[in-house]
């Protein structure tokens, strides 16, 4: 079963403004991640939240976590063009050593100069 | 400070040919991954490693997939015999586990396989 489903699939604003991306998934974690990957290129971590945390902040991003509702965001505030670029939530599992990821499909953001 | 490396960043085979991915994790990292990629898609899990040992190939297909991680240099993702489904980029990851608490992956750029 798919575990981390972004929405939207893709999303294209102005430049300045926010972009917000939301992630579900079906099952218990101990972390969320969120990366970037850039048209080609390889995958870049951006931030991890664990399962005992509500929100995190790195520069311009916010990350918030709601285990209740198994769901995460990801806000990009004042939004350049060089952040166009696919996001992923990626989650891992609660059970002892089950280290793998599981990626959703992914948001592509696209923003306008 | 060298990150992931992977080589090639792309290679071209015919089908039925085999295709030899490697992988060089962060300096120090003992537990290496390897993820496929279609096309529009996110990235889908296949194997994790450490040193000479699977610990997880739950998301390996059961024929002509392999990976090994020696004592000694890359891991090495082996497809034998491809097919144009196999055509995708493969990342490679590595980390550095502190007990269980965090599992930071860093990916390598991937390789991009076309399969003619």
């Known amino acids: 079963s798919q575990q981390g489903e972004e929405d939207p699939q893709a999303l294209s604003i102005q430049e300045g403004e926010n972009a917000t991306m939301n992630c579900s998934y079906k099952t218990s974690i101990n972390n969320l991640q969120w990366y970037r990957q850039n048209s080609g290129r390889g995958l870049v971590h951006l931030i991890l939240i664990r399962s005992n945390e509500r929100e995190k902040h790195s520069g311009r991003l916010r990350v918030t976590l709601d285990t209740s509702k198994k769901s995460s965001s990801l806000l990009i505030t004042a939004s350049r063009a060089a952040d166009t670029a696919s996001y992923f939530c990626?989650?891992?599992?609660?059970?002892?050593?089950?280290?793998?990821?599981?990626f959703g499909q992914g948001t592509r953001l696209t923003i306008n100069p | 400070n060298a990150g992931v490396m992977q080589n090639p960043r792309h290679l071209v085979r015919r089908r039925g040919q085999e295709a030899r991915l490697r992988c060089s994790p962060v300096k120090g990292h003992s537990h290496v991954y390897w993820y496929r990629q279609l096309p529009e898609e996110g990235l889908k899990f296949m194997v994790y490693l450490q040193k000479e040992n699977i610990i997880d190939e739950s998301g390996m297909p059961k024929e002509r997939f392999s990976a090994e991680f020696p004592k000694e240099g890359p891991s090495i993702l082996r497809i034998q015999q491809v097919v144009r489904g196999d055509s995708a980029a493969y990342f490679c990851?590595?980390?550095?586990?502190?007990?269980?608490?965090?599992?930071?992956?860093?990916f390598g750029p991937g390789t991009r396989l076309t399969v003619l």
């Open positions: 990851a590595s980390s550095q586990l502190r007990g269980l608490v965090s599992n930071e992956q860093f």
């Open positions: 990626a989650t891992d599992g609660d059970i002892q050593g089950a280290q793998k990821l599981v």
